[in-house]
């Protein structure tokens, strides 16, 4: 290997490490919890109730440009129970969201989710749901410290 083959690697190696440290390390809180949930939606033939665990991934990420801090919310509904009043049929549901917001104290996130009767072609007769989901943070560390969540019919105008 010539030298100018090593100064070559020595300086690109060199590039390299001041790149890799030049890329700051911005603080982020996440915290985890889960919200029992429940709540009925009224469709047209009959009401249907939810109840249930949902389960909230909440990140606070720092702006390393000044800004506000921001939380992304993961939301996953996908356990709760969806029975028919009437009927009884068991309905299943596509609760997922992941959502980003400004970080405060508290937080209310309103969102829908789809559900639908179990069974085939059941998912041909898809409703719509809104969870309603109230959160509480520790501004000092930013930690996700209590949740309450309903359902509910979601209004359209």
Same mark, same amino acid.
Request: aromatic share 6%; charged share 5%; proline share 6%.
């Given at each position: 290997?010539?030298?100018?083959?090593?100064?070559?690697? &020595?300086?690109?190696?060199?590039?390299?490490? +001041? +790149? +890799? #440290?030049?890329?700051?390390?911005?603080? /982020?809180?996440?915290?985890?919890?889960?919200? /029992?949930? %429940?709540?009925?939606?009224?469709?047209?033939?009959?009401?249907? @109730?939810?109840?249930?665990? &949902? /389960?909230? &991934?909440?990140?606070?990420?720092?702006?390393?440009?000044?800004?506000?801090?921001? %939380?992304?919310?993961?939301? !996953? *509904?996908?356990? #709760?129970? $969806?029975?028919?009043?009437?009927?009884?049929?068991?309905?299943? @549901? %596509?609760?997922?969201?992941?959502?980003?917001?400004?970080?405060? *104290?508290? !937080?209310?996130?309103?969102?829908?989710? $789809?559900?639908?009767?179990?069974?085939?072609?059941?998912?041909?007769?898809?409703?719509?749901? #809104?969870?309603?989901?109230? +959160?509480?943070? @520790?501004?000092?560390? /930013?930690?996700?410290?209590?949740?309450?969540?309903? &359902?509910?019919? *979601?209004?359209?105008?």
């Amino acid at each position: 290997m010539t030298t100018k083959h090593l100064v070559s690697r &020595i300086v690109l190696g060199g590039v390299l490490g +001041l +790149l +890799l #440290l030049a890329a700051p390390a911005h603080a /982020q809180a996440i915290s985890s919890f889960t919200v /029992q949930a %429940s709540g009925s939606v009224t469709t047209p033939t009959e009401t249907v @109730n939810f109840s249930g665990p &949902i /389960q909230l &991934i909440a990140t606070v990420v720092n702006d390393p440009a000044g800004g506000p801090p921001t %939380s992304v919310v993961s939301v !996953d *509904a996908r356990q #709760l129970v $969806a029975t028919g009043a009437t009927s009884g049929a068991v309905f299943i @549901n %596509s609760g997922q969201a992941h959502l980003t917001r400004v970080f405060a *104290a508290t !937080d209310t996130i309103a969102t829908t989710f $789809a559900f639908f009767p179990s069974g085939p072609g059941g998912f041909l007769k898809t409703r719509t749901a #809104l969870a309603t989901l109230n +959160l509480t943070y @520790n501004v000092t560390t /930013q930690a996700l410290t209590g949740a309450t969540a309903t &359902i509910s019919t *979601a209004k359209f105008p």
